[in-house]
């Protein structure tokens, strides 16, 4: 045991004369895919609609929340039901009927195009893993799904529900885990968050208003394949993984769950310790295979907000256009949770990264935690 933590976490001459091989046995990427409601608004109009339903017309708060949804990043936003029906919702039972309807539905879209840009078909997965945290479901959303997508029977599944937005990051560390057991299957990361079915309606704390600001719906799809998989596949192999949790964290992100269903907890620490710890982590991790900073040419940052955007390129020391897929995401989708990763790591797959460059695919979440995949074309 002391011989593997001495390899995971230093001796910089070894992990270099292993980075001078980068042996392909890791889970390499088939494909991304995604899936949105077809509901989509402008950033304005749901500003217009959450502020009114929140905060009270002579509350001195309207007009620091305008400000915050005006420099959100975000452009337009997509939700599992309209605006008005959102706004009729009777309780938690309510949002989490409407949670499982649309969930299975967007899940369904975004795995089926995942498999179709992979060339592969339902019947050859053998792992899904699943992750939301925007609603429940039991049995989950992988397991309802399996027969619509014509999935075997013998499918193996893993739920995974608490990540939040670190989960597509996590969910691809850990079916790379399994991959390298498995060389020879396929499976695929389904991640479906409908975090407009969560806002609290009359709760006028910072975070709710944070929020309503900046969260959007959606869902992603990848396939990853094993090392003895013989299939064609444009995304690249993950090379190294490293979850890192911070001490005395728990009350910076999550949920208070309640008979209202899910009340955001949301500290604006977040910026802070991306800058003091996430930069530390990203050069160690990369020292320890033999890279730096300078030697990742894609960032693939999951989109928390503009101060932490802003938390990360500062403190990694980026360029100015480093994160502008992700500046991208935040944009046109808003804060997808777990989502959101996936959707930066499609539109980087989609600018046909040179043979042989190296990409950090990175992410924060609830615990508080964070996650580094290291990846090579």
Partial sequence: MSQRRENSAGHHGAATREATRWPGSGARVASSAMAF???????????????????????????????????????????????????RLADFTEANEAYLASALELGEQAVRRALA????????????????????????????????????????????????????AAGIARVHDYLLAWPDQVAILLSVELCSLTLQ?????????????????????????????????????????RSRLYPDSEAVMGWDIGADGFRLVLSTDVPAIARE????????????HGLTTGDIAHWICHPG????????????????DALRHTVASLAANGNLSSASVLDVLRRTIAEAPAPGSFAVLLAMGPGFCSELVLLRW
């Fill in 201 to 241: 309606r009359g709760d006028a704390s910072a975070a709710n208003i944070v929020g309503s600001s900046l969260f959007g719906d959606g869902a992603a799809a990848v396939v990853l394949t094993g090392s003895a998989c013989e299939i064609e596949h444009p995304g690249p192999t993950v090379i190294a993984t």
């Fill in 37 to 87: 409601p077809e509901h989509v608004y402008r950033q304005e109009e749901i500003s217009a609609a959450f502020v009114e339903e929140i905060l009270s017309p002579g509350d001195s708060r309207r007009r620091a929340a305008q400000r915050i949804s005006g420099n959100s990043g975000v452009r337009t936003r997509h939700f599992a039901v309209p605006i008005e029906r959102l706004r």
């Fill in 305 to 320: 907000g503009p101060k932490v955007i802003e938390a990360v390129r500062d403190s990694l020391d980026l360029a100015p």
């Fill in 277 to 288: 710890f996430l930069s530390k982590d990203v050069v160690a991790f990369l020292s320890d």
């Fill in 117 to 168: 840009v992979a060339g592969i078909a339902p019947e050859e997965v053998d792992l899904v893993v699943s992750t939301t945290v925007t609603g429940l479901a039991v049995p989950s959303l992988e397991a309802r799904l399996a027969q619509r997508l014509g999935l075997r029977e013998d499918v193996k599944r893993i739920p995974m529900f608490g990540l939040g937005c670190v989960a597509g």
